[in-house]
């Protein structure tokens, strides 16, 4: 179990100032999961990775993996990364160009305090090469590789000293799409054949989503939400997480009353919705009503909705075909939404359509999105 | 709390005594120790006057009165300006602009125009200045005599004994300088950032304008202050050439007040701050410039290829103009010098002199008393410096551009401080410290070695800057998460990474000492000469064939030795192409 406590990190700004990259960040991940540090860029996603990995060397906080302190600025230990035995992928891969790939796989078990023998070190390079498929270009040149094969390499370099633990800097960034998802796939496969447990850090919502056990999503130095890749995407603690996972529709309301059992009334211009709410809400309290597009049914004749369920009119503004689905804008007064539709879907621009939203599926956030977990 | 702590705040990584802190240590502590001591010795003698059999030296500020407050002193700082400017200005538009067509386009004998383009490094400032005034003096200067012969005129076409021949005689002998650092700079430069500029529908000279020097800007910056520096520091085409005329610079004015009796090492010393104070605002200038480090590295973990753009038929008119400059850099001087140590003494070629060709010349240089010995001293010196200011600068680059300790710009100074002390001061100033401190290196070669590392240590700076500039602190940070301590990922991932900047600053430190003269000329003893020592003689002497001789076999033996170097580089199979 590797346990963050309250990690704070400074960088000195300029004139001497310090600037917070880090506030009070604190997770836990239990053995052999997948856990993902998830947020736009500058968030401080990477400044945390670095200070697992002893890269960087926080202000204050507590970091330990299997009960044992790797970092405490309480008691001022700092174990030094290269004693850490913690494997990472940069995002540059950080291949060295004047080195083979076996030499590359091998520099690991080269350097390491109880240097293994020649041929130990031979079969356990070309185990991991092979679990990358990398077996049959040992001797090329790495600088002869292509994106993914790099790729590959950096993975098999932080796998072949069987670390502890396994940190992951947007390793997929640099590729491109068709070999990211196949490489999303692959990298599960290997972590949960593995069971490793991994820190995984990126921007991407969709990667997070498909690869993490858990996810931390966040902002501004902040973790704002924990929770698995399902209660982050369906139930979004605030506006910041609901936008940034995903798309998403907002519809501003106010608060008619409670209904209990997690559900409130709230009267929107389009008329009233009935919807979740997870925190708890005044009369009259200003809120944001947030729908998935695909959560938008769309059909051609009135559907029949069931009592919690919010039926409209609106008019197709605009539509964009996208292969497996079809994107519609549709107006209903002022208002409008994003509805994902399947593609036997044909209602021309500028005609009538109904609309359908599950109660279930629509959530009201509070207003202001600076509320703090 | 315990210490550790404390030093947590500062962002150090490794709060503990190791190695990596032993290596550093030294670096640093050699560094301060070569820089300082003589600074030290220069400011304590610039406020001494001259010591003579009947007067010891006393404390005095006339020197700083002399040296600052006359019109004299407007004069020859304006003529140092000038010609700094000058030659440094004419040396980086020549070498960039070639090593851009080199690095960049599709001309043809791009290879051949490389390696003929070095030679000018091998030439000693001396020889290539002597060879100069064998062309283009206005008495006996082939050029003016050919065209006087040619026109039945008395005119001087050409005069090199002047601000304008000055200038051009260093700005040339410079130019293959920044020719190689320049290569360097491009090398490391991402050409799909160009390409992608050529895409966005820019010509090539819009490209090699608003992207490629933009790109290698931190490079530009650093380069051109070498070249600055070294013009400003000169000393023999400045003595040789300018003195005769009247047209003083700093070092001229330091040399002069040298020769005088008694010598007036004080004032030669204040001249000397002047010097440094120059030299610290355009250090102070690039330090700013390297805080760009990140911005800049373009050289990742991922393999890119160097692409080369089509010009078309300008590639013809390019192969043409590199022509020419290698006509007038390396032949023309070469030659000269070839004809005359065939000669008795020195006439003009014509079809009486060739019947009187010989080789007494040579056999006189051969029959010299010291020339064994100087040869062996030259190549043990030179090999020796090279290697140890490699080493040496390639931890302080690291230093300076990887740690956050505070005041490690200072360091980037301190190593750098050198530059600014003319040879002859340096050389004086570690005269004067190694008598007092009597460790007994006075009079050995250890003594020599000393000078030659102080004074080189600078170009290992930025040559090693140039290329840590330039590496993606990824590629050491993933060293240290597989395990190695720093000083495994220094030796096995850092310094082979810089192997282009590594060799490319020992080739150049092992040739400049060489030729290295200025600092010699007061640290040798009889058994100590080195070769440049000898054509000083020769230069004194008046000995215009026998010099000839000598500098033609130095040049072609140096030339053997880079062609070795790199047939050897090749024969290792170690991957890094060209320099």
Sequence with gaps: MLIVKLLCTEYPGDRGTAVRATHDVSFEVPDGKLFTLLGPSGCGKTTTLRSIAGLEVPKSGEISLHGKVVFSSATGISIPPNQRNFGMVFQSYAIWPHMSVYQNAAFPLEVSRRKPGRKDIAERVMRVLRAVALDDLAERPATKLSGGQQQRLALARALVMEPQLLLLDEPLSNLDAKLRERMRFELKRMQRELALTTVYVTHDQSEALALSHEIAVMSEGRIVQIGSPREVYERPCNRFVADFIGTTNFIDAHVIEE???????????????????????????????????????????????????????????????????LDFHVKIGDLALLARAHPSLRTPVGDRIFVRMQGDKCIALPAASVAKP | MPPAATLLTYRVRFPRLDAKWLVIGGAVGLAAWLSLVPLGFLLWQSFLTPETATMPAQFTFDNYRTAYWSVETLRVFGNSIEFAVGSAGLAFVIGTLFAWVNERTDTPFKSAFFALSLIPLVIPAILFTVSWILLASPKIGIINVAIQNLFATDLVIVNVYSMGGMIFVDGLHQSPLAFLLMTAAFRSTDPALEESALMCGATVLQIAWRMTLKLVWPAVVAVFLILFLRAIESFEVPTILGLPVGIEVYTSSIYQAVQTYPSNIGLASSYAVALLVIATLCVYMQSRTAAEVEKFSTVAGKGFRPRVMRIGRWRFLAAAVFTAYLAIVVILPFLVLVWCSLQKFYVAPSMAALKNLTFDAYRSVFGYPIFASAVWNSLVLSVASATIVALTTAVLCWIVARTRLPGRWLLDNLATLPLMFPGLVLGLAIMVCYLHLSIGVYGTLWIMLIAYVTRFMPYGMRYNATSMLALHKELEESATMSGASWGVAFWRVVLPLLKPGLIAGWIYVVIVSMRELSSSILLYSPGSEVLSIMIWEYWQNGQYVELSALGVMMIASLLCLVLLERFARRWFGIADPGL
């Design chain 1, 259 to 325: 209904t209990g059992d997690g559900r409130c009334r709230v009267g929107t211009p389009v008329g009233v919705f009935n919807v979740q709410c997870f925190d708890r809400l005044r009369r009259n309290q200003a809120v944001i009503v947030s729908v998935r597009p695909e959560d938008v049914e769309l059909s051609e004749k009135q559907p029949e909705g069931a009592a919690r369920d919010t039926v409209c009119v609106g008019v197709v503004d605009a539509k964009a075909f996208l292969g497996e689905h």
